[in-house]
Structures are given as C-alpha cells and as structure tokens.
C-alpha cells in the first residue's frame, strides 16, 4: 500500500516546476533540455541531471515511464525517451 501511494504521490503537487526549471539547469534551450523540463516537470520539480551519474539515468527514466502511464500522463515517445536519457547523461555527475 505505501509503494502505491508513494506512486500516486509523486504527480499531486502541482507547485511552480517550470520556474523552479528557468534557472540552473544546464543547456536548457537545447531539444533534450526543453523535453525534460517539459515533460518531467508535469509530475514534480526534476532533479538536477548531476543528481546522478549517467548510468544511472537511463533506469530512472524507465521508471518514470511507468509512473507516467500508472498516474494517466501519456508516456513519453520513443524519441522523447531518447533525447531526454541523452540530456540526462551528457550532464550527468561524471558525463557520459
């Protein structure tokens, strides 16, 4: 029950994520920046992609896949996928 609730919880607070994204993030207007401000912060505010190392990224992604799709947000494209978990690498703690 707390593992589903943990789920649910993760898209309830709508707060101001797009201007908690206008700054510090790294190569924003960039096509994988503008996907991953876009698309993760319809969820939550997203992390800071030097949160975490780049292979750990492709995994944390996935698993926000599934959240989207449990939570009715529809899933990311293949290609957004892929340009987002190159974003995230690239700048990544330690690159890509």
């Known amino acids: 029950m707390a593992g589903i609730l943990a789920i649910m919880g993760g898209c309830s607070h709508k707060t101001s994520n797009t201007a908690a994204m206008a700054s510090g993030y790294p190569d924003p ?27 750990k990224w ?26 987002i978990v190159t974003y995230l690498r690239k700048y990544s703690a330690g690159g890509a």
Do not use: W, Y
């Not at 996907?35 to 992390?47: G, N, T, W």
């Not at 995994?59 to 957004?80: A, G, K, S, W, Y």
């Open 29 to 55: 207007e960039s096509t994988g920046g503008r996907l991953f401000k876009a698309r993760c912060s319809e969820c939550h505010v997203p992390p800071m992609p030097s949160s975490r190392t780049a292979d």
């Open 58 to 83: 492709p995994l944390i992604v996935d698993r926000m896949q599934h959240n989207r799709i449990m939570n009715n947000f529809p899933p990311l494209t293949d290609e957004e996928h892929r340009e």
